[in-house]
């Protein structure tokens, strides 16, 4: 089992199965970049579903028990429930989910339940329709999304998590509804502060709502309290409603990292190993495989990059951007985008 140099074990595998998204959200794929001129990856250009199979065998036999599908929107790679079906047949994974925005999942629900996957997070950051529609760049409805969520709920992909990305002056007055709407469902919200992932989102910290003050609005509310954590490294902090009834989480990268405890690495569409979201470049994994490498040799290379792994950048997020002197509206060093990974 390989240890990072701060001694945190790899645990976790996000596999980003597409750079392509019917969405075009501002603070991931803004539609003044990604327009219809923009140049996706091509077919070749992606790994397969056998070298995804491949290399998850692989990040499995170094101690990896749990996988997550992500994107781009992981639903608009054809022929998705086949990749899920090959990696719950992988002897040693012990949980898989896939991270949507949830616009065609009612479709895929229970096909992918079928194949293998365990359970869904959603991406919804308002129930508000006008709000929803600016959000996701396209003015898509937000009823396609809820109506995925019940089909997972349906399929018996629990328990779900509905993520929302709070951002101040957009959606942050939104947040209660949604957490209202999340309880009586038996949904666990998630709210997230306003990242400076990628270098395109325009990212501005003005515009982060604390998870402090995101607590404290559900709380005159809603009341709630801390929750222990499921395991050592997870992402969200918990809280449950002092009724009994359910629970949420913040997730504040910006204000209270969590990166001590990361176990997380992230394999992009083209293949290459990140092992960080704020990443800014990756270990190649498709080319030595596709040149011939041996699993054994493929464990060496993940091995070796996971070991001179010292990646913290939310705990030093303010002593970067000062040693670099970059203001918020800079993009300094340029980071990997959030489509080529996942979340």
């Not at 365990?118 to 809820?146: A, M, P, Q, W, Y």
């Not at 957490?179 to 992932?197: Q, S, T």
């Amino acid at each position: 089992m390989p240890l990072d140099t701060l001694k945190r074990p790899l645990r976790d595998l996000r596999i980003s199965v597409t750079d392509r998204c019917n969405f075009r959200c501002p603070y991931c794929m803004p539609a003044e970049v990604f327009g219809e001129r923009y140049k996706f990856l091509s077919k070749a250009q992606m790994l397969s579903f056998e070298e995804i199979t491949r290399l998850a065998s692989v990040f499995v036999g170094l101690g990896v028990t749990k996988l997550r599908i992500t994107g781009g929107e992981p639903l608009v790679r054809a022929d998705l429930e086949k990749l899920i079906a090959m990696l719950a047949g992988i002897p040693g994974v012990e949980d898989m989910a896939m991270t949507t925005n949830g616009y065609i999942l009612a479709g895929h629900a229970q096909p992918l339940k079928d194949a293998g996957l365990s359970r869904v997070t959603v991406s919804l950051d308002s129930l508000d329709e006008k709000i929803f529609g600016e959000l996701n760049g396209l003015g898509h409805s937000v009823d396609r999304v809820l109506e995925g969520i019940q089909a997972a709920n349906d399929a018996g992909l629990t328990p779900i998590k509905v993520n929302s990305v709070v951002v101040r002056g957009v959606n942050d007055h939104t947040v209660v509804d949604l957490a209202r709407w999340c309880k009586e469902r038996g949904y666990i919200a998630r709210f997230i502060e306003f990242m400076d992932v990628g270098s395109l989102n325009g990212w501005d910290e003005s515009q982060v709502v604390p998870a402090r003050e995101i607590l404290d609005r559900i709380n005159e509310e809603l009341p709630i309290e801390p929750a222990t954590p499921n395991y050592t490294g997870e992402v969200a902090q918990r809280w449950r409603y002092t009724d009994g009834d359910g629970e949420m989480g913040v997730i504040a990268s910006v204000t209270a990292p969590f990166c001590g405890d990361c176990t997380r690495a992230r394999l992009s569409t083209d293949g290459k190993l990140y092992t960080c979201l704020f990443g800014t470049d990756g270990a190649d994994l498709m080319g030595p495989m596709r040149d011939g490498a041996t699993d054994t040799e493929l464990t060496a290379i993940i091995d070796g990059v996971w070991n001179r792994r010292e990646d913290r950048y939310s705990e030093l997020r303010a002593s970067l951007r000062r040693a670099l002197s970059v203001t918020a509206k800079d993009s300094g060093p340029r980071k990997v985008e959030m489509y080529k990974i996942g979340g």
